[in-house]
């Protein structure tokens, strides 16, 4: 079946910093990816999607890229701010279902 | 723009009790789902619905039943409540079937069974 591993964590950075989040999948036929981000106290927001090897989804300063080689989708930002505090998921569907991976949290600190 | 409506935000059940989350969404979209989210095992779907008429078991059915009511609403219902059920719970909806679809969450249901 459809699975998907993403980076543990807590994760804590500073502001400006870096940010990745590792995230690979298993999956029969050709799915397509998506991250999902949750602020505290919400519900889960679509942030980028791709749906067929080498896409690159991008949005508010994120990207992620579909990597069929890797079965890989990570995610990447390269200055993180306060307010990208959240949980983010990584999420795979081949049909109309989604399968999530367990979440990382991200801390950023001022 | 309401998109996924579900109610209640906040319930606190005695074990057995039973109760109902209501959802709807104003999308018009034609699949919707209900997904409990726990900590460090992200969401995991519990019932789906791929169109009216036509309900489906996901991966944590047991303990749960649905009614896709008509096209806008789609209830989860707790016959008699079990603590393991504590959970967020969030109902979604998506416009078609198939790969690359979004699907749009609500704000989540809080639910404590004591």
């Known amino acids: 079946g459809n699975s998907v591993t993403q980076m543990e964590g807590p994760v804590t950075l500073s502001e400006e910093a870096f940010l990745t989040i590792n995230c690979t999948y298993t999956?029969?036929?050709?799915?397509?990816l998506f991250w999902y981000v949750q602020y505290p106290g919400e519900g889960l927001q679509l942030l980028l999607k791709?749906?067929?090897?080498?896409d690159k989804g991008s949005n508010k300063g994120f990207e992620a890229t579909y990597r069929k080689e890797t079965t890989s989708f990570h995610l990447e930002k390269g200055s993180v701010q306060v307010s990208d505090s959240a949980v983010y998921f990584c999420?795979?569907?081949?049909?109309?279902?989604?399968?999530f991976g367990a979440g990382t949290t991200v801390t950023v600190r001022a | 723009n309401a998109g996924v409506t579900q109610t209640p935000k906040f319930q606190v059940l005695k074990t057995g009790q039973s109760m109902t989350l209501q959802c709807a969404q104003d999308?018009?979209?034609?699949?919707m789902y209900w997904y409990r989210q726990d900590p460090g095992m992200g969401l995991r779907l519990i019932y789906y619905?791929?169109?009216?008429?036509?309900?489906d078991k996901g991966e944590v059915p047991n303990g749960y039943n649905v009614s896709r009511l008509n096209k806008r609403e789609f209830s989860l219902r707790l016959e008699s409540a079990a603590p393991s059920q504590t959970s967020v719970y969030f109902c979604?909806?998506?416009?078609?079937?198939?790969?690359?679809?979004?699907?749009?969450f609500g704000e989540g249901s809080w639910l404590t069974v004591v």
């Open positions: 979604a909806s998506s416009d078609r079937q198939g790969p690359g679809n979004t699907i749009y």
């Open positions: 999956a029969t036929g050709y799915p397509s």
């Open positions: 791709a749906t067929k090897a080498d």
């Open positions: 999420a795979l569907s081949d049909d109309y279902k989604l399968s």
């Open positions: 999308m018009n979209h034609n699949s």
């Open positions: 619905s791929a169109s009216e008429g036509t309900t």
